[in-house]
Each structure stands twice: as C-alpha cells, then as structure tokens.
C-alpha cells in the first residue's frame, strides 16, 4: 500500500477493509450459488429421465394389460416441475452475471492498492477477469463456446423431446394448450439466457442505471414502534386477492365434515375425489368471488370497523386500483371454475352452484344496501325490529344448507330422501345461529365499557342496523344503552382513557338471554340433529331412539341456554368464576354421553357415534361463541386457543358430578379436608416442632424457639 500519513492513511486503511469485505462476501456467495446451480441442473436432467420412465408405463403409451391410466391433463402438465427447475437455475445465472461485473470493479479498486504484481505483470484481485476472459460467451475461448452451446442445444433436446414425446400421446385440446404454455415458457427461457449470458454487459448497466436513478424503488422500510390503532392495518391486496376471507375458516369445515358424515353412514367413500374437486371449486373459487363482490360494496364501512378485508390504499388512485382487481380476481374465479366444471365433467352442479350462490348474495346485498346509521341521529336504534333486519337475519343461513347439502348428495343421501331435507334444513338454522352470534359479538365493537361496567355507545359511531339490533337481545347491554340514549342524542356522553373496548368482553357467558334470534335456530338445529343422528347410525327401531335423543337433546340445550343466562339478581357478571365456565360444558359432555348410550343400544358399534355427532358439533360451536369476545374471534389463533381452552375446562368434570351425587354439604366439607400430601407436610411440622429438628435429623429454627430466645 502507499504510504500516506495522518488521517488520510486512515481512510485509505479503512476503505481498503471495507472493499475487502464486500469482496469476500460477493466471492462466498458465487461458491455457494455454483453449487446450488449444479445440484439443480442435475435433478432437471435426472428428473426428465426420471418422467419419461414413469409415463411410458401409461396406457397412453403401453398396449400392455398392466398399464396405469392416467388423465391426459395430467401428462400434459409433467413437463411443468422441469420448466419451474429449469426457470429457476435461469435466474440464478442471470444473478451470477451481475455478480460478476460487480466483482470485477471490486477487483479493480482494490488494484489500485496493490504495490507490486503477482505473476509477471499480473497484479493481485484478477481472478474473475481471467476467467470471465476464458468463459464468456461474448468474447471467451471458442471450445469454451462451443461447449455451452453444446450444453444449451442438449437442454433445449432433452426438455423439448420430452414435452413433444408426452405431446404426441394426449388429445388435440391438451396438444394445444401444451404448444401455447411450453412454448411461451420456452421462448422466455431463451430470451432470459441470452440477457444473461450474450447481452450480459447491457444488463448489468440498465440494471445500475435504474438502481441509481429509482431512489424511491430502493428506499428500505422504515418499520416504527406499533402503536394501539395499528392493530386495524390494513392487508396487502395480493394476501387478499389469494385468500380473502382467513377469518371465515370454520366454513371451509362444513362441507367435508359432512361428507365424512354422511359416507360414513352410507359407506360412499369412494366418491371422495368427486367431493374434493366440488369442494374446493365452491369454497375456493365460487364462495371467495362472492366475499370478493361483498367486499367491493361494502369497502368504505369495512375500513371504518377496522375490518381486515379488501385494502384500500392511500387515495383515490389505489381503492380505484384495489376495487378493479378484485372484481377482475372474482370474475377470473368464476371463469376457472367453469372451466374446471367442464374438463372434470361437473358443468351441472358447478353452474347450479354458482347460481345458487350468487342468488342469496343478490338477496343479501340488496337487504342490507342502506348505508350505516350514525348513532347519534338514532340513539333509540333498539326500540324498533324492522322487516328488512329479520329478513338479511333469516337470508345469511342459506349458504350454510348449500355447503352441506353438496356433502350430503355426493356423501351417498338422495335429494328427495327426508335425511336429505332435514340435514340442509339443521344447517340452515346452524348458519343462522352461526351468523347471529357473530354479529352480537361484532355489535359489541360499536361499544365501550366504563369503570363501573356500563355500557355506552361510542361518540360518533356509525352502526349496521342489523347488526347493532342484536343487543337489543342481550338485557344488560340493551338496558345500559336505552337508559343513556337520551344523553348520546344531545351530544353530552365523552369517553376516557378509563374506558374498555366492548369488543374485548365475552358478553354471551355473562350476559346471554333465553329468547333470542340465535338461541331460536339453536334449538332448531338441536331438534333436527337429534332426529338426524339416529336415523344415520341407522337405529333399528327408528322411533324409540329418535324419542329418547330428542328428550336428551331439548333438556341439555335449555340447560345450557339457561346456564349462560343473566340472572334477575346478578345484573353485572363481569367476573366469571369457575363454575360458571364448566357448567355448560359438563352438560354438553353429559347429554353427549347419553346420547352414545341410547344409540349404542339401538345401532351397530362404531355406527352407533354418528348419533352425536350433530349434538357435538352444534353445542360446541355454540359454546365457543359463549366463552369468545369479538376480539377472539378475529383472531384465528386465538379462536383455536379458545377452542383448546374449553376443552380443558372438561377437566373438572368428574368434580362437578361428585358434587351433584354425594351432596353439597359432604363435598365442601371433602374440600376443605387437607390432602395426603398436605398431612405429610403437616406432621413433618409437628415433629420439627418440639427439637427443633427436621426428620431428616437438620437442625432448624422454629418460630416459637426464637420468639422464647427474644423473650429471654
């Protein structure tokens, strides 16, 4: 190095490190990309031969008696894993041409402080000159290029032998579509190689050019502290175009739950891959267009509730952006699943699925188009029921009879048989009691608590009318905000740092009342499900079990209906103890436990279950719903933590009974009884307490010893 003085041979120390370590890290990365390139070129070629090996033993191309059939959309889609692997080690090398331009100016400032040279006349840091002499396909040795070349045209043989090889087996549609596909595929392959390779200078310059003219495009994030209201940020558009509804994962439980069901029942399993292909056709693609469609309608007010549903951006320009690709997302959707209807030979129920769908959505939206209320216009909201409500009320539990009725008919249940009716019936009635506790729970968002556990609506709300009129059905709540109604109409509430979101408290264990829009349809679809079960676990004979479950079914859901009920004399319960957790959920475990012995008397065994099973699945959700807030519900991993947490409240099950059988008096005077452990512990103490001693022979000081030492 030159020798300089001062501060500036400290810069110059300090640069040279600097270049040396961006060196050796750009040098440690081309090692490893080296290798990762090879591995992966290898498996293409292995996997191509690999392929072509498995598919001429189809009957496409084998006469022989043990070929394999296999769909020609299948074959036709083998060449896809090679043309990703082959993409992939493209972008690699394009990856590996920048670094490489950028290694060489590495290597030319860290000549500048190279004393003497290496070799003869060749300084130190030129490595990747030499080679990018010996290797370029621009101006390398001519072996060198005649050798990728050789390696490019084997490539191009192999993969484009392959795919005419499987080409020329499948019918003229698949030829077609393989043509458009590989060969778009492959005249991107080439054009990229030849940007990388050829054309690898003018990459590496357009690409520096618009680094250093794009300040904003290489701008890092500036992530800050999260603050309370961050908590309502929105989605990017791609997360939602792929997945628009996370929240809403419970409904995709449905349908294949009551395929297993109703397969189960009549031993029709082997449709499976009929169901699996209806099932993620409606769920995916039609139902996921039909959240598109909502949410387009309703993107302003979602943004106001702090949904996390279709973003809206930072202005007019992206909600207009947002709003189009949504709807261009959605109609794309519908048009794949009629494509797949047709190539997997479901055009029928597909199209009768869609309309079915899209004719409740119509329904629906047209129901709710008034836009929200602002609730200091209407503070008395409460005080009247509109036709329209009950009708978007009774409207929303339609879809849910759609899903279970494809479960159903392909499970091996005809659709004129009364199993058929009464299961899309009990679902109906299920989605509506799904939707209403729900909706309760989002109407206690347009609330806060105060100190003294008042409720109050928020200053400035705007409210969904049927969503909001839900509280009206739960008595503390209803009352708290009548008695206030007339100090919010004149503008005189205020809200403090003191007060708590209504949308964090669990209101339906508390505060939850027995003739209500959601407890109705929870009777409905206990009636229906304690007829259903039997007759599935096919009960022989059909009235006397349908009797007895149907006697256990209505006695446990009033139980349970009256467990979560407010009480006259406890007008606020906001903590809630022990027993009021377990209680419904010990009635839930008992009225399932009888059900299964009443069924296993009368049904073959393991048949015999499927008589539960209804009362299971719609108690359970109806208690999730109890114990959850709406804060739960938003949030998928809590409301499986709520889920877990009220299974493990069934530990004190055997309590709560032993409490029951042998009387409240003996059970509190067992409870208050030391246990063995603690009489251990007691009569280790009685023996310390005369020497001094432990039993193990310690010496310790007891309290009584030092008060008598303080004495004397």
Known sequence: ???????????????FDLLLADYQACREDERGLSAVIVAAFSIAVTLIGVMAAAVTQTCEFSDAQSCVRVPDYILAASPLIPVALLAYITMLGISATLRTYYLRGLEEKIQEYASEP?????????????TVQAVSLRRGRISFRILANLLFIAIILIFGGYTSYVGFHVGWADQITMAVVYGCAAGTLVWAV?????????????????????????????????????DKAERSLASYLIFPRPEDWIKWVITPGVFAVAAWSTGGF??????LALWLILEYLIYNARYQWNDVRGVIEDRAEGNRRLPVGLGQRHLRRNVAASLSVGVLRLVVAIVLAVALKLTAPILLLIVLVFTIAIAYEALRSPKPIPISQEPEILQRLPARVVAIWCVVGLGYGIRSGVGFLVGGIPAGSWKFTAGVTLFIAFGIMFVAMTWVLAATDYCVIGPDRTWRWKPGIDVKPHVALFLRYVPKIRQDLNADSSELKQGRIQTDDSDTPGRSDSILVKYNSFRTPWNLPFGASIILGSLLGPELAHANPPLAPDIMVLSVSIVGACLLILSTSSKTNEPDRAPVNDRATKLPLAICAGGAILIVCIAILFSPFPEALIAVIPWLAVTLVYLIFCYSSFQDLKDFTRQLQVAFDSLKQLKGLPEILLHFIIGKKTSEAIGSMPKPAEQANTAAKMLTAGNGQTPNGEVQHTDSANKTAEHN
């Open 1 to 15: 190095m030159e020798e300089v003085s001062g501060q500036s041979s400290y810069q110059k120390k300090q640069q």
């Open 194 to 230: 030849v940007q990388g390779t050829v054309r690898g200078r003018v990459l590496f310059t357009e690409t520096a050019e618009n680094f250093l003219t794009n300040p904003e495009g290489r701008r890092l994030p500036q992530p800050t502290r999260k603050q309370p209201e961050d």
């Open 118 to 130: 290496l070799l003869g006349e060749l300084l130190p840091f030129s490595y990747t000159g030499m």
């Open 270 to 275: 082997s449709r499976w891959p009929t169901f």
